[in-house]
């Protein structure tokens, strides 16, 4: 059944495996709501692969591209049951421009620091302090070096952060500081929002925007934080195939169920689900200029 207002799904990986079966039925279940969709990558493959999909729909679906902090390690993950084995990849800044070139591409991301999964248990030894300390300063160089890149192309940043918000914030104040002539010209968004009011506002005063998963139907840690904060600060994405709301937990998730996490700020902040759904994708049209 078709909402009768439009919304926008800012962040779904569409361009992972667990979509390799179906993401064209899956675009088509949200496109049909009037559901559009960006789909951000973790590395070259899955960029290059957001790109693909994106290209195959005139309209409403669009890819953001980059190399998530964690992907410059090696890692092992399992996918559908799968065991997968990756290289650690160091970012190319030519292979991601000339993917960047594409229309449809809106955005560079996801991006940023995740202190949460370092290379090895941390033990305390110190050699094992020295190559914590390695991998924190080789994701602060990709990051500078992919803001840089939007801000070469003039596109926004999607920022994923996990345990790492003082760097984060440090890290985008230098960039900016360093930048005099375009201070401000780099926009972006804090992607599935973590933290309290006083860290939105630091973001906020950047210039960035937050934006809120389905974590929040069945987590109430962000109540206070949504009652208050302002509407035209905020996105709604799904993080599929993540973080799927209440009402479909334990389920892959996807785009469509985007309109949940709309109804849970509706009803925190007590007005409706239209006037969530149309600030919303104001702001995402906005910051990603897209319609
Ligand atoms: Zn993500």
Same mark, same amino acid.
């Given at each position: ?11 779904? $990986? ?150 790492? $918000? ?24 804090? $992607? ?100």
């Amino acid at each position: 059944m078709a909402n009768g207002f439009q919304l926008i799904d800012t962040h779904c $990986h569409l361009n992972f495996q667990a979509y390799t079966k179906d993401v064209d039925a899956v675009i088509r279940r949200a496109l049909d709501q009037k559901i559009s969709l960006i789909i951000p990558a973790t590395e070259l493959k899955s960029s290059k692969r957001a790109v693909e999909i994106a290209r195959k729909y005139e309209a409403g679906v669009y890819a953001a591209v980059g190399l998530h902090p964690v992907h410059l390690q090696d890692s092992e993950f399992e996918e559908e049951g799968k065991k997968i084995k990756m290289k650690g990849e160091r970012f190319d800044y030519d292979s991601y421009q000339r993917l960047a070139q594409s229309g449809k591409v809106v955005a560079i991301g996801e991006i940023g620091l995740d202190y949460h999964y370092l290379p090895i248990g941390q033990t305390g030894l110190p050699e094992d302090k020295t190559k914590v300390r390695q991998n924190q300063q080789l994701q602060q160089f990709t990051f500078l070096q992919q803001l840089e890149l939007a801000n070469d192309i003039g596109k926004p940043a999607i920022i994923h952060c996990r345990d790492a $918000h003082d760097d984060v914030l440090k890290l985008i104040k230098d960039f900016y500081s360093r930048k005099p002539s375009r201070s401000g010209a780099l926009k972006g968004v804090m $992607h599935c929002f973590s933290g309290d009011w006083e860290l939105a506002w630091q973001y906020f005063d950047l210039g960035f925007l937050i934006s809120f998963t389905g974590l929040i139907t069945f987590n109430n840690s962000w109540d206070d934080l949504l009652r208050k904060v302002p509407l035209n600060k905020i996105m709604i994405e799904t993080d599929s195939p993540f973080m799927a709301p209440a009402t479909q937990r334990g389920k892959r998730n996807e785009p469509s169920y985007v309109v949940e996490v709309a109804k849970k700020i509706a009803e925190l902040k007590n007005i409706t689900v239209e006037s969530v759904a149309k600030a919303t994708t104001q702001n995402a049209q906005a910051l990603f200029g897209i319609k």
